[in-house]
């Protein structure tokens, strides 16, 4: 069983490592809040006090962190400790540019970027959908206890596709506010327009953003969008994204800011 570390314990990385504990994986935790690392601690996992400590033994690194400074950070942090052959698997939402950077800083490791979708449901269940470029062969078992892997490519293009899914969804959902604010302007029953749209192509959508029990920060979108946006010119998406640095909360799922966009 490949010792594992594992960095980044937010509501998506928690319950992911939790995955790995309970498939029997010896593992390692950081959190740059150490407290959050408690009950994975209580069920068995070490707790590191730095990166380094943390990779210094393992033979699978895997990082989901809030963004592309917080894995360079890590990476510089991490990369003097990492065994020779090690698998690093990066599992955050950081574009492929950061995705290429450290790959260009990790030459000892073999890198595989696998970002996720879904939110803390999926990641509890074991049921994310797992977009994985790069060599995959030698950890695609162990991303099978969280969830099902399509591969995308070469390595890089994993975080580029979840830059194009992140950014239909997130400026999805902001349409989807806006087409409820257009109902309330119009006198229309919430519930009917909800259940009509819910019934439509945005079903997926309208679903997401009335979501209860489970979590994706608002402010994340903001960095999602973010990162779209500073790739192409993407002008329905740039529209989203003012929104959503309007009214984004940090710490608020993004439901509570498609509820703010409809209010706005």
């Known amino acids: ?40 601690v209580a069920e068995g996992a070490a707790l590191a006090a730095s990166p380094a400590g943390a990779v210094r033994d393992a033979d ?9 400074d917080a894995l360079e950070a890590v990476a510089r942090a991490a990369g003097e400790a990492l065994r020779p052959g090690v698998h690093w698997i990066e599992m955050s939402t950081v574009g492929p540019d950061a995705v290429l950077r450290l790959a ?26 797992i977009l994985a470029g790069g060599d995959t062969a030698g950890v695609e078992h162990l991303l099978a206890h969280l ?3 399509t ?17 239909a969804v997130i400026s999805g959902i902001a349409v989807v506010a806006e087409a409820l604010r257009l109902a309330d302007a119009l006198g229309l029953d919430g519930d009917t327009v909800r259940t009509a749209l819910a ?6 959508v309208v679903a997401r953003a009335h979501a209860e029990g489970v979590h994706f920060d608002a402010t994340l979108a903001v960095k999602d969008l973010d990162l779209a946006t500073r790739t192409a010119r993407l002008p329905a998406v740039e529209a ?11 710490g608020e799922d993004i439901s509570r800011a498609a509820a703010r966009i409809r209010t706005a």
């Open 151 to 167: 591969r995308t490519g070469p390595l890089g293009s994993g975080a580029a596709l979840k830059l194009v899914l992140n950014s």
């Open 104 to 129: 260009a800083r990790l030459p000892r490791a073999t890198l595989v970027d696998a970002p996720v979708m879904g939110s803390t449901d999926k990641a509890a269940a074991g049921a994310l959908g």
């Open 1 to 40: 069983m490949e010792h594992i570390a594992f960095l980044g314990l937010g509501h998506m990385g928690a319950p992911m490592a939790r995955r790995l504990l309970a498939a029997g994986h010896p593992l390692t935790v950081w959190n740059r809040t150490a407290d959050k690392a408690g009950p994975l």
């Open 147 to 149: 969830g099902s892997v």
């Open 240 to 250: 989203a994204l003012e929104h959503y640095r309007r009214v984004a909360e940090p």
């Open 60 to 68: 699978v690194v895997i990082t989901m962190l809030a963004g592309p």
């Open 199 to 204: 019934n439509g192509p945005l079903a997926g």
